[in-house]
């Protein structure tokens, strides 16, 4: 099993523009999440999804849209891109009887 | 909405020697405390968790003691190796249910350098 992969890995982009980040998980879990991870702040929510098709907002959801159209995946898109966005990304699951939630390795973006 | 709090935010040590790590929380309403590990250019990953039915926990050469009353836990790490050395995040939560949805608060981390 993979767990819980993302990509890019990297990306640098430019005020403005956008993009989209992709989280895929194999385990079967209901649960999926999105943090953005800045130093001295620890991880914060951005969205999260609890099943195919549902998406809700986290504690920093805005510039920011998700969409879970498959269980396995779970998709962040940023529509316009701000240097404020600059920020490691993770993506989480879990399943709907354990807390326990399993990240990916994270995508490090910067918004110049 | 929940907040979490964590020190110190750097900590260094001698191999062998102890660590401790304390957070608190506001949120009465919250029973699940994990804590995460992240080691460098990767993801957190959970290390150890305490539900607030219990007062401590042990795995080896980690513990969780959590004080429902005073609204802390905190982490402790005997015996420590230089690859214990990494950024260590605490976190609560609503244990899975209802509308919790395992949603987590996360300390702001504390890096744990471990001298050999």
């Known amino acids: 099993n993979a767990g819980v992969t993302q990509t890019p890995k990297f990306r640098v982009l430019k005020t403005g523009q956008s993009m989209t980040l992709l989280c895929a998980q194999d385990m079967n879990h209901e649960y999926m999440y999105w943090y953005r991870q800045d130093p001295g702040m620890g991880l914060r929510l951005i969205h999260y999804s609890v099943g195919e098709g549902t998406t809700a907002k986290g504690e920093v959801p805005d510039g920011y849209n998700v969409s879970r159209l498959k269980k396995q995946n779970f998709l962040l898109g940023l529509e316009s891109a701000a240097p404020s966005q600059t920020s490691v990304y993770f993506c989480?699951?879990?399943?709907?009887?354990?807390?326990?939630?399993?990240f990916g390795p994270g995508t490090r973006l910067t918004v110049l | 909405g929940e907040n979490v709090e964590q020190h110190p935010s750097t900590l260094s040590v001698q191999e062998g020697d102890s660590a401790v790590i304390k957070c608190t929380y506001s949120?009465?309403?919250?029973?699940?405390f994990p804590w995460y590990k992240q080691e460098l250019g990767k993801g957190p990953q959970l290390i150890i968790d305490i539900r607030s039915n219990v007062g401590e926990k042990k795995d080896q050469r980690i513990a969780v003691t959590l004080n429902k009353t005073a609204k802390h836990f905190s982490l402790h790490i005997t015996e420590t190796q230089p690859e214990d050395s990494a950024v260590y995040f605490c976190a609560a939560s609503l244990r899975m249910g209802g509308t919790s949805y395992g949603k987590l608060t996360f300390g702001q981390g504390t890096i744990l350098t471990v001298h050999p």
């Open positions: 949120d009465s309403a919250s029973n699940y």
């Open positions: 989480a699951s879990s399943s709907l009887r354990r807390n326990e939630q399993f």
